[in-house]
């Protein structure tokens, strides 16, 4: 049976990075996919008018009457998801030319909810780099051997909260697993990893895989690093993993909630940003509490 993947791209932002997440998918060398923009009401024609030069069949744009925010357009991405399987692209993001060829090969292990690849990371100009933050994450993430490993349970769980280390974007879904379970309203910046420990917690089974076939970009002006300065980013993250603690603590995964009351990269990452918070008008305050906490 041909599997067919939604590569679902909610958008607000940089147009011309868009267009390269676009691009980046039209040059997929596996041919059986769909490509779903949703336009958070960017205020700028060019979006509207480059799509309508586009004649793929493959490819559909809308733009939202309303800005629903991140966390709305997410779900109102899932509810237009008509494939078993979707992937919820970043509109920065840039896929390598067999990322859906790769996934879709993961995606024949049976039982599996979600894929992750191997990513690379890239800056404002697509050079590949590796922040502390990233290097952390690779250093306590898992290491999986070619062909990938599957990963499921309280290791899986104790393993992300010690480093999150999934990269939101480069992961492939299956659609009935997060219509199950949904993300969680309220959060901004961690309702991906919300959503992954959500699946876990219920049975659910993440297959890995090293090779890099999708690149994230971090830079320094997405909302999740102006978040992380003021100190809004790690007020969410604190109040996130105390419930996570709670919660894994309830279920007998010490090791889980161990981990989520330390949040050792959490902390980490705080302190790498208090040198800049000093000096670019952020809230110093505000990142020692979560340092401390």
């Known amino acids: 049976m041909t599997v067919t ?17 676009v691009e980046s998918v039209l040059s997929q060398t596996y041919p059986h996919w769909r490509l779903v923009v949703i336009d958070d009401g960017y205020p700028d024609p060019e979006p509207a008018r480059w799509f309508g030069d586009i004649s793929d069949p493959r490819v559909a744009y809308q733009r939202n009457e309303v800005n629903l925010g991140a966390n709305g357009n997410y779900r109102k991405a899932v509810d237009l998801v008509t494939a078993d399987w979707f992937v919820m692209m970043g509109a920065d993001d840039v896929m390598g030319h067999d990322y859906i060829e790769s996934v879709v090969a993961a995606i024949e292990t049976p039982d599996v909810d979600v894929v992750q690849p191997g ?27 070619a062909g990938g490993i599957v990963v499921s349970g309280e290791p899986l769980a104790a393993s992300l909260l010690r480093a999150n280390w999934a990269y939101f974007p480069s992961l492939a879904w299956r659609t009935t697993t997060v219509r199950a379970i949904g993300f969680r309203q309220g959060l901004d910046v961690v309702q991906d ?76 990452n705080a302190a790498s940003l208090l040198p800049k918070a000093m000096t670019k008008g952020g809230s110093p305050s505000a990142l020692a509490r979560h340092i401390f906490s």
């Not at 679902?8 to 990075?17: E, N, R």
């Not at 590949?128 to 250093?139: I, N, S």
Request: zero cysteines.
């Open 193 to 268: 990893l919300a959503l992954i420990l959500d699946i876990t917690a219920s049975g659910g089974r993440m297959i890995v895989f090293p090779e890099k076939v999708f690149s994230y970009r971090r830079h320094s002006q997405s909302d999740s690093s102006v978040r992380a300065l003021d100190g809004r980013r790690f007020d969410e993250e604190r109040r996130f993993f105390e419930g996570e603690a709670e919660r894994f603590a309830g279920m007998g995964w010490k090791k889980a909630a161990g981990a989520a009351r330390t949040h050792i990269t959490s902390r980490l």
């Open 119 to 145: 990513v690379n990371v890239i800056d404002e100009n697509g050079t590949v780099v590796l922040p502390l933050a990233d290097r952390l994450k690779r250093m306590l993430s898992l290491k999986p051997p």
């Open 5 to 21: 993947v939604d590569v679902m791209l909610p958008y607000y932002g940089d147009v011309d990075q868009m267009k390269l997440a």
